[in-house]
């Protein structure tokens, strides 16, 4: 495994390894509930590393990068069973928000 890749490596990586070691994908809808999942594990992590909430000893479980990887994995396994090209998607989105917030944020007096 290399140490870099682009996002359409990462697809075909994570394909790679559900057809070679995880068998099948899991159901589209499957997927999304483990994705709120595994946001929530992300979120957890968050509330307590900079949020108010102290961690507990059931937390040191918890790794704030591999929760990350987590969320991008099924993330990466659904875009891959819907057929999206996440890089194409990822362009297209950054596009968009240049054009739509060019100026909104400069001009935002809160930031």
Do not use: P
């Amino acid at each position: 495994m290399k140490n870099e890749l682009t996002i359409t490596d990462a697809q075909k990586q994570v394909d790679e390894w559900i057809k070679t070691i995880g068998v099948r994908y899991f159901s589209e809808l499957t997927n999304m509930a483990i994705l709120s999942e595994e946001v929530g594990e992300l979120a957890r992590i968050m509330a307590r590393k900079y949020g108010d909430q102290s961690f507990k000893k059931s937390d040191e479980k918890y790794n704030l990068a591999d929760e990350m990887a987590d969320v991008l994995w099924v993330l990466i396994c659904l875009a891959n069973q819907t057929g999206v090209d996440l890089n194409k998607a990822f362009l297209k989105n950054m596009e968009k928000k240049t054009i739509r917030d060019g100026d909104r944020h400069k001009n935002n007096e809160k930031l």
